[in-house]
Nanobody
Framework: QVQLVESGGDSVQAGWSLRLSCSAS????????MAWFRQTPGNEREGVAT???????RCSDSVKGRFTISKDNDKNSLYLQMNSLKPEDTAMYYC???????????????????WGQGTQVTVS
């Protein structure tokens, strides 16, 4: 059973940077595809960025060039470096993990079976 705990959310001004962390326990994250999603009230979860088991990354067009996803297998942790934050980045951010064999596109939230509790990012 994978347990995920996010941290690093905060209230910041536009243009600032934040680094979100996701710490995993229970099992190694190495064999899982990992991703960050975000959600605002009344909306579905939106895929922000993903990293595969070999380190290949992808991100949504809305954050391309500003956000970077990374992971540290030794620390069993996932990160999201967010630069040049905009008010529209305001959301609850979630860390997620899924079996590497899942075939759905990475941005399909229902394809991820493990979720953290979320960390709030507010940009004003």
């Amino acid at each position: 059973q994978v347990q995920l705990v996010e941290s690093g959310g905060d209230s910041v001004q536009a243009g600032w940077s934040l680094r979100l962390s996701c710490s995993a326990s229970g099992v190694s994250l190495t064999p899982y595809r990992m991703a960050w999603f975000r959600q605002t009230p009344g909306n579905e979860r939106e895929g922000v960025a993903t990293i595969g088991i070999y380190g290949a990354t992808r991100c949504s067009d809305s954050v391309k060039g500003r956000f970077t996803i990374s992971k540290d297998n030794d620390k069993n942790s996932l990160y999201l470096q967010m630069n040049s934050l905009k008010p529209e980045d305001t959301a609850m951010y979630y860390c997620a993990a899924r079996d590497r064999r899942a075939l759905d596109p990475w941005y399909v939230s229902s394809s991820f079976g493990y979720w953290g509790q979320g960390t709030q990012v507010t940009v004003s």
